[in-house]
């Protein structure tokens, strides 16, 4: 029986995309191309790296990039240099919605007036804007420092602050500044660590903030202080409330506030803060006064017996300590003046702000102010 040889298969030719000289006659990647190849991916990750780490170094030493809610104050404080002496109030939301900066220079056109009130900030907060605006050689010719009571705040693990003041927010030496006032510096600075290593990740919320903010929720977005007034104001788009949205209002401060302030003591770590931000002041010839904010009576109902007043006592005694003056604006203004027991309204702003002006700031420059 004869064997048949198997019949010659037909060679299929094969369309490459790119030459034989390119690929070579197989389909096979050469040596020299695939080294190419290597190289250009290495590159690009070195690329990638080196942004990250260009960036992070940046951002290490440019504060508005990390913080954009000091940044953008910063940059409207700047704008309006004009070599006028300088009325500058560093304070909380309370600040924010109660000095009417603007109002200020209305009555005493010879000095400029600005509000660096940012949320959830306290003495240690205003110590680390306070060294930023100094390195940037601005110089308050009087500035005032509001207290937020709850902000004194100081757990066993650490003053209420470092929840809102976070890592990613600050440089390296400004970690260890708030980790001598009891910030957790193992968290602090792993926040830290990020922002300067991977800051497309840890500062997503900062960029995503200035790029598209209607991407993230509006409390991730740091543009607090983009929507002032060019004398960083800023007011409650709606100047009446309801009685049910007050009572409603009001119980939400009396949920948030309520336990804090029943651990809430003077003698903590945040004042320590704020008398050595009255010390660096003294020493560099800056004229302060400690302001503790109007608050309703609905508000102040909120403390345990005893310790607002006793909160005004060591305020009282740690300005006059360090040649300060201090104002108790508490029983100032009456509760329609407020939205939630503690911000306030236009009116409530505008009357504060006049009487500040007229027993503080207008003898300071008369030269009867302490």
Request: hydrophobic share 40%; charged share 25%; aromatic share 8%.
């Amino acid at each position: 029986m004869a064997i048949l040889a198997p019949a010659p298969r037909k060679r299929t030719s094969i369309s490459l995309p790119l030459s034989a000289a390119v690929w070579g006659p197989g389909g096979e990647v050469p040596s020299k191309r695939r080294t190419q190849s290597a190289r250009s991916v290495l590159i690009g990750l070195l690329s990638l790296v080196g942004f990250h780490l260009g960036f992070g170094a940046y951002a290490e030493h440019n504060p508005k990039r990390k913080d954009p809610t000091f940044g953008d104050k910063f940059d409207k404080l700047a704008a309006r240099s004009d070599g006028r002496p300088l009325v500058l109030m560093l304070g909380s939301s309370r600040t924010l919605l109660g000095f009417h900066a603007g109002q200020v220079e209305g009555e005493l056109p010879g000095v400029r007036a600005f509000n660096f009130g940012t949320p959830a900030s306290g003495p240690i907060t205003h110590r680390v804007y306070l060294r930023r605006l100094l390195d940037a050689e601005v110089v308050p010719a009087l500035l005032l420092i509001e207290v937020l009571p709850p902000a004194l705040a100081d757990g066993a693990d650490g003053p209420g602050e470092q929840l809102f003041l976070t890592g990613e927010r600050l440089s390296s030496s400004e970690v260890d500044l708030v980790a001598r006032f009891g910030f957790r510096e193992d968290r602090v600075r792993s926040a830290w660590r990020d922002s300067v290593y991977a800051p497309a990740s840890a500062l997503r919320f900062q960029f995503l903030g200035r790029a598209v903010p209607s991407w993230i929720p509006w409390n991730l977005r740091g543009d607090w202080s983009r929507n002032t007034d060019a004398h960083g104001w800023a007011t409650p788009p709606r100047q009446t409330v309801t009685p049910e949205e007050r009572y409603e209002r009001t119980a939400n401060a009396d949920a948030e506030y309520r336990a804090t302030l029943a651990v809430t003591t003077p003698e903590g770590r945040p004042m320590r803060a704020l008398a050595e931000l009255l010390a660096l002041c003294r020493e560099r010839g800056i004229r302060t006064r400690v302001i503790a904010m109007p608050e309703a009576p609905t508000f102040r109902r909120l403390y345990p017996d005893g310790l607002s007043d006793r909160i005004a006592k060591s305020l009282e005694v740690v300005a006059n300590a360090n040649g300060a003056g201090f104002s108790d604006a508490r029983h100032w203004l009456a509760e329609e003046d407020f939205y939630d027991g503690h911000h306030l309204f236009r009116a409530g702003a505008e009357g504060f702000t006049r009487r500040l002006t007229a027993e503080a700031i207008r003898p300071h420059f008369a030269g009867g102010a302490k």
